[in-house]
């Protein structure tokens, strides 16, 4: 299998940067004028995610994974966002979180990058997540994280990836939230969305 420790690839690099910096131009685009968050994936942002997430097992398939020494350490994190957010691709993401420890472990990705890859596939699959990155609106009106398996080493756990405390990274989702214009929403709104996403897990391949 090809590996990440190659000659530098500095047209790689860029081709990296260029696609996630589209990803997050977009985003903030959508969430600007709200739409975003209005109902279900947003088919542009869908978009971007599929068209990215093809050029992204291309090279995979052609390389192995691009970490830090093969397209620097902000392409090596370019790649994992556009891995991140392949949310449409089960099978891409599953082979990615696998290449992604076996780079963590080499010193090639960062390791909170895995953490928070292998936290939305559980929660993709229908799993708890081990170490709290992603978050939801509570009954309270508040971001809030998922349900979290064995709770109280959540904090051992993402010292260990790198991440902050779960307290001081809620502080901080909170105030983006913000930024970005997200509201909290309805009892109903949550029931609705929850059950919309079950039923684009189960058509993606992420349930049985």
Request: no cysteine; aromatic share 6%.
């Amino acid at each position: 299998m090809p590996n990440s420790l190659t000659a530098f690839d500095e047209a790689l690099r860029q081709e990296l940067l260029e696609m996630a910096a589209l990803d997050l131009s977009t985003r903030e685009r959508l969430a600007a004028d709200g739409s975003l968050f209005a109902s279900g994936y947003h088919p542009e942002m869908e978009a971007v995610h599929d068209r990215h997430a093809a050029r992204l097992r291309a090279v995979l398939d052609a390389s192995g994974w691009p970490g830090r020494s093969r397209v620097g350490d902000d392409g090596a994190s370019a790649a994992w966002l556009v891995l991140q957010h392949a949310i449409g691709h089960p099978g891409l993401q599953r082979r990615g979180l696998e290449l992604l420890r076996q780079a963590a472990a080499a010193g090639e990705v960062a390791l909170d990058e895995v953490a928070r890859l292998e936290d939305r596939i559980r929660l993709f699959e229908g799993r708890l997540q081990l170490y709290g990155t992603h978050y939801d609106w509570d009954d309270q009106g508040q971001l809030s994280p998922l349900p979290i398996e064995d709770p109280d080493g959540v904090d051992e756990r993402r010292a260990a990836m790198e991440l902050p405390s779960l307290l001081e990274q809620l502080t901080l989702v909170r105030a983006a939230a913000r930024m970005d214009g997200e509201r909290p929403l309805t009892p109903a709104d949550r029931t609705a969305r929850a059950a919309e996403f079950r039923a684009w897990a189960e058509r993606r391949g992420w349930r049985g």
